[in-house]
Every structure is written in C-alpha cells, then in structure tokens.
C-alpha cells in the first residue's frame, strides 16, 4: 500500500478494511475472546491489503517508541494520525512483535489489549463507508433513529456559545468534548475562547480510566434512553450538544439536542449520572451544567433568636439542641432534597411534641427547586446594591461584612467553612423564616443562608411556600404557610411593573412591562422579541415597581409580557 490516504477510487478496498477492521475491533472488546482467534488467520488479510510490516520504524518517527508500544501514550496522539498506511502498518508491525519478537507477550494482554482497541477504533473511524455515513446521519421526519445493540462508545460535544449563552470573553470556555468507552476509557477536551471566535484554544486534554462497573452504568443508562425515537426539541438562540453512540458491531447511531435541560430517566437525570460516575462537576454534557439548587431548608419559629444558632449542631437527619441555644416554643421545618426526590415537613412544639411527614416528590421537587435558581444570581455584576436584595445577594454582602469585622485582629478569625448568616430582616419577636440552601453554582457547590421575619418574606418565597402547600393537599396545614395569606401590594394606573427577564441560560437581563401583577421571579412567561414581534420564553429573574415619574425607560417603548407559558406553546 503506498502511502497516502485512500481516496474515492479506492472505495471498495476501503470497505473491505472497514470489515476487517470491525471485526477484529469487536475480537479484541470482547472479555470472551481466545488467544487464537486474534492470532491465527490475521496476516493473510494485512498482506491482502498492502499493509507493510517494517518493525514500526515509520510510526516511531512519526510519533515515538512510547505510542508503539505503550497504549496510554497512543491515545494521545490516536486523533493525530490521518495518514491509513502509516496506522495500517503500526497495528500489523505491532501484532508482529507480540507474536514473533516479544518475551512471554499475548495480544490479549492487559497491556497489549487496549493498543489494539485503541487502533482498531482509529481504523474503523478512517475507514467508514460514505454510504453508511449517510445512513448514520439521516433522520426520519425529524427524529433520530432509535439505537440498536449493545454500546461501546459514547462521544458527546457541548458548545457553550448560544446567542443567549454566557458572555464571552477571553479564556472563557465554549466547548467539552467527552469520550467515554465500556472498558471505562475516558477522552475529556476542553477549548476556551481564544484570539477569534473560530480559533477556539485546547486549555484542557484529559485521558483517564474509571472502573469498568461506573462505566457500565454509564452505558445502560444512555443506551436505555436512546433505544426509544430520540425527537429533539427546537429552541432558537441556544446551542446545540451533538452525540454519537457506537455499538459494539461498529454501528453509529446520532442524535442531537439544545443544551438547556438534563435528559431524564427513571432513575435521575443522565448528565447529573455522568458527572457523578466521572467525579466532575464541571461537565456541560447535555445541559450545560445550570445552576440548581440542590438541597432546601425552610424553618420557621415563633421567636427570634441569635441567626448563628438556628442551623449550629442541625444535622441534615436529626436535629439537636446545644446547650447555649434557646428552647423554641414551635418550630416547622420543610427539606426538600433534589437527588432523593423526598420533601420532609417536621415539626416539634415546646412542650416535646415531634411528628415528620414525608412525600416523594422528584418530579415536583425537581421542577419547584428550578424556580429558585434566579435568586441565586450574584452581585458581582453589579453597578450597585439595591435595596431589595433576594437571598444569595444577602448572604454575599453579609459574607463581606463579616470579612470586614475580622480584618480586627483582636477577633478570633471564623472557620472559612462557617455559614455567615444575612442580616437581611430585622430583628423581631413575631415569627421567622429562616432558610438554607445548597447551591450548585459553575460546577461549585455553595452554602447560602438567609433569614426574614414573617411580614417581610418576599414573594417568591410566599409563592414558593404555596407551591408546597398545594402539593401537600392532604396535609393538614402549619403555621408555615402563613406568610400565603399576606396580601400582595396591587400597584394603581399610577405604577408600572417591570419584570427582568432572561432567555435560556443567559445572564444578560432584558425588561417587560408586565399587565397584571400575578408573575413571580423564576416563572415561564411568552414575550415578543425582534423586529418581527416573533414570540420567546423567556424566564423571570426580579420584579420591579415605579412611579410613573421613576420609571427607567419611556413607557412607549416598552414591550409587554404577552402570557404566562403554557404546555401548549411546546407545540407552537
């Protein structure tokens, strides 16, 4: 074979090489297979073919000694080979060594299986048939075919660059590709932004291994989702994730989807499973990793007591009073817990009373815990402080107040894993909520806590505690839901109310006038947007009212929210 890659011309030796290549690709990835059947019958073909035996002399200049012999040195470089003869004679000089020059050696050896799967899947790749290509690629009235078999690799990118998506700037990151084999072979790249758009930087370039048995349960798992008609959903302005799964037969099946929600199971969400099986948080895999509030704490007492208290010496099971802190008369607590899917309501009385309910709530719970995530937005993009900070903003300023009083160096510094509780609400003897969350943010996870008195909760808080109270329909109801009956301030033909939204899983803010005042942060509404009025969704991250002499932007111009969002606009 001279060398050069195969060209058109060449199209029927090609798939021939493509056959020879799966079948000896599915010998070596397969537990089960004899010594001799990669053995005996393999130089006929190579000789067929052209392929040249030069003791690896041309693939040690071109990439060194480690990658001919080592398989970890081999998937370094495996994308960088494009030349077939070059591939096609370091796999038959290879085997050639194993079998005739080594010591002692078997090709399926611990060390030597992985080089022959890790070249046989390059010359699989190289080799692949345009009319199988084109098969891959065709979808049947806008649905990727259904995968088929059993898998063996699975190749997923996700850009990170949709119109409505994180603002760019330089070394911000724009794109992961993930790799992930049965045998538990991981391929992780990562490219930030770099001098231009279409020149995006490699910063990260991961091989590792994980257990065969997380990788197994990787496989099922995404296997099991796509073995039914995989029907993407269209949405504009937003960035699509593209995968390929291969079966063990040398199969490709494709599909692809917007990067803006997790891929569910019965068991929980793929992306989440992934991150998990990999130990990465920061994977965007299918929905660009969002920030989600993972765990919640509403706990509600009757009296006000130091905030630093509330939550000292509570585990997140079984609660248990230190001795410095106060006995409260009644206190109601509600958890809600994303990955067990179970919302508790507890309560316990001063005079030793305790009862505990639970509900399994994973849908729901998954659903009302994503209405949260606005409030979890930063300051750090901020021209200023307003006067109604949400939750996260309180913990954050309170967090740089307590750096301030520590720069005292008569203060004993606090442990830097401490709460630092907000002085958000003041201080009173009518009841209070205070809360807790667990906070996923940019692959981080993060504590927040806050505390209101019961007069000043804010709406998204009351909403939220009625989206809990109408989910607990059967439970007689506590005094924690009494903030629901407090009434909401009807603004006269005097005010106006803006609503700030965002589209997909963007930062930057754009402003509605809202109709009517029954919209709360984290809702779904429609809105016009363009030139042509065209309709979005879009999300509610704050809720503002003006005077009509304060009001930021001339009224003429302003866009009206047209509706909430409904299940019927999918359709639309």
Known sequence: MNNRKVNH????????????????LQLYTDPKTKELEVEEGFPEPCFAFGFEIDCGHRFIERFGSKAFYENEELE?????????????????????YVTHWSYCEHLLDKHNRPWFITAFERLVEMTRPPKLIEEENRQIDGAFPSFKGKLWKFQLTSPN???????????????????????????LLRYRYGTAPDHPELFEKQNYRIAPERAEKIMKAVSGYFKEEHRPDFVTDISSWHMTLTNTEGRRFKASGPLCHDLFMPSGGLSDLIRAELGRNDLLVFDGLPDIVQYLEIQYCRYSEDEDSLFEELDLTEEQETEESEVLADRE??????????????????SGFKETKTWK??????????????????LENRDETPDDLNPREAYLLSRRLEERRQTNASSPAKDSNEFSSSKYSVESSSPTYSIRMMVRHQGKLEKITTSFDQNELPDVWVNFLEDIHSFMASAKPGEIFNAIHNQKTIPDQDHFIFCNVVFGHGRRTYSYLADQDDYAPGGQVIVPVGADNREAVATIRSIKMYSKEDVPYPIKKMKHILRKYREEDEDA
């Open 333 to 350: 607590i509600l958890l809600l817990d994303r990955k067990s899917g179970l919302l508790d309501y507890r309560r316990e009385t001063g």
């Open 9 to 24: 011309q060449e199209g029927n030796q090609q798939e021939e090489i493509y056959k020879f290549a799966t079948k000896y």
């Open 161 to 187: 660059t949709g119109y409505f998506g994180p603002t760019l700037h330089r070394n911000s990151e724009i794109e992961q590709r993930l790799t992930i084999t049965a045998d538990g072979r991981i391929k």
């Open 361 to 378: 709530a994973r849908q729901w719970g998954r659903e009302a815990l994503e209405k949260l995530v606005w409030i979890t937005e930063s």
């Open 76 to 96: 370094q470089i495996i994308d960088d080979i494009d030349d077939l003869s070059l591939l096609a004679s370091g796999i038959f000089s290879h085997w050639r």
